[in-house]
């Protein structure tokens, strides 16, 4: 199978440039996709751009990943609703730092290797262009009918908020990247989003017209879930590739929770399994979807690609203690941090740290919180074996709770029985 071929049967592959796989089947092409440092951190939207960077470099081809530390100084308007808050030079260079670093874990940077990945940032050719220049040496290959003609242009054009001049040279620009990777790196081929078919197109076009030459494109679908929702998005946010962002533990949830519709291609989309492995697997799926398997292992394959064995490994038992008796050890051996990532979510009440130095009786405890409404509620329940603490069953009402009971000298897990939780916090 060809990269054509994977990309395809993956569902990766949506607008493609004739003549675009006889290239890639006719020798190694060099072939770059830009990323917008828009933060320092990579968000999983990233993703589909990185992994068609890897497979690319798997079937024997050489990446570009550009990292647009001047394009991201104007913003690419494509099917926005409205320009985007423009990033000053220091921002922008500690995003492009933190991208590069993040792109480095995925891709073979190895120069003895004749396909090695190569890191590009597209303001260290730009910072030496005048305006000028510019628009006299490139600007007159493409014509405004040709740049109007675009969809993203003409949406926002025809939109209540316009489009500023700074918005409407960015195809502009992205397409001179293009020109310049092909006239100094051989770059034949530039990938992306649906979205940026426009930019791309205007690339190979500028090429065509200012250097007389032939370069090819293909693009990938944006990702959407299918109840129409944002992709990369929960309830708390952005799910980011960096872990101080966005936790191992919180990261390899999204995954778990997806549903067996968005499973089915995200399994193909987002992992390296082979297709006969991933149609078993969904085979499986059907027949017994309760257990889940699909999920367990899209999340396992991707978080293991962007964070590695040992926080997959720490994000199933963190999952277990939310669901599982026998994990009181595990509470207890969690740091704060850690503690913290698997409680998100969980109810947190305060008691007074005072309190807990000259003990407490579980009743009154669980009362004064809020935990239970009252008094009676709680003796009622505790009485019936229906109230854990640290994830041990409280046998009686008579039990004290001090300072002893705290996890990292500040919290206590309380829980109701089976699926309620509740985070206590000495203060």
């Avoid at 089947?25 to 933060?39: H, L, N, R, V």
């Avoid at 890897?54 to 100084?73: D, E, Y």
């Avoid at 316009?162 to 620009?173: A, D, P, V, W």
């Avoid at 929702?229 to 872990?243: A, H, I, P, R």
């Amino acid at each position: 199978m060809n990269l054509i071929e994977e990309l395809r049967w993956r569902g990766m592959l949506q607008d493609m440039m004739p003549g675009t796989e006889e290239q890639l089947k006719k020798e190694m092409t060099t072939a770059y996709i830009g990323f917008d440092p828009t933060a320092e951190s990579l968000h999983i939207g990233s993703l589909v751009p990185i992994l068609l960077l890897v497979h690319l470099q798997k079937a024997g081809h050489k990446p570009l990943a550009l990292v647009g530390g001047a394009t991201g100084m104007v913003g690419d308007p494509s099917f926005k609703a409205e320009e985007r808050k423009m990033l000053d030079l220091d921002t922008l260079q500690k995003n492009v730092a933190g991208i590069r670093a993040q792109l480095e874990r995925f891709l073979d940077f190895d120069p003895a290797k004749p396909n090695a990945a190569e890191m590009v940032n597209n303001f260290d050719w730009f910072q030496h262009i005048s305006f000028l220049d510019f628009i006299r040496d490139t600007g007159k290959h493409i014509t405004v009918n040709y740049m109007m003609a675009k969809d993203s242009v003409k949406k926002r054009i025809e939109g209540d908020n316009g489009m500023s001049f700074t918005e409407f040279t960015y195809q502009l620009i992205q397409g001179y990247d293009f020109y310049h990777l092909y006239t100094v790196k051989n770059c034949k081929l530039q990938m992306g989003g649906s979205d940026q078919w426009g930019n791309i197109v205007t690339g190979t076009e500028l090429i065509r017209r200012k250097a007389g030459g032939e370069a090819f494109a293909f693009t990938c679908p944006l990702i959407k879930k299918a109840d129409g929702t944002k992709f990369g998005k929960t309830e708390q946010g952005t799910v980011w590739l960096d872990s101080r962002r966005t936790s191992p533990y919180m990261f390899y949830q999204f995954w778990l929770n997806t549903t067996d519709v968005d499973a089915e291609s995200y399994i193909k989309i987002f992992t390296f399994m082979e297709q006969p492995e991933v149609d078993e697997l969904i085979a499986k799926h059907r027949e017994a979807p309760h257990l889940r398997q699909l999920q367990q292992r899209l999340a396992k394959e991707v978080t293991i690609f962007i964070h590695g064995e040992e926080s997959y490994e720490f994000a199933v038992k963190a999952s277990s203690l939310l669901f599982s008796n026998d994990t009181a050890e595990l509470l207890v051996s969690l740091t704060e941090e850690q503690l913290l990532d698997v409680m998100d979510g969980v109810p947190q009440f305060e008691v007074a740290k005072a309190d807990l130095e000259t003990g407490k009786d579980v009743v009154s405890l669980l009362a004064e919180t809020g935990i239970f409404p009252s008094k009676g509620e709680a003796r009622k329940t505790v009485q019936g074996g229906g109230v854990s603490m640290n994830k041990n069953k409280i046998e009686g009402i008579e039990t004290v709770i001090n300072t002893n009971a705290l996890l990292r000298d500040k919290y206590i897990l309380f829980q109701k029985g089976k699926k309620n939780y509740y985070l206590v916090k000495a203060v």
